[in-house]
């Protein structure tokens, strides 16, 4: 089997992408043309964005209620 190609790649994770309601920044995601391209779409589309350490801490405050 062949690797998929970056156009097909793409298609399949902003595809993803749009079943989503907000995505988490990796450290270095600027450099990276394709988190680029998600992160304009999730902007255009009114998304929470926020980094992993962000999420990490909200993940840790939401089970100190459980």
Known sequence: TTLPTW???MR???????GCEAIVLLPGWEHSRGAR???SLAA???????????????NIA???RR
């Open 7 to 9: 156009d097909e790649y």
């Open 12 to 18: 399949e994770a902003l595809r993803g992408l749009l």
């Open 37 to 39: 391209c998600e992160v």
């Open 44 to 58: 255009e589309l009114g998304m929470r964005r926020c980094t992993i350490a962000e999420a990490l801490s909200a």
């Open 62 to 64: 939401d089970e100190g």
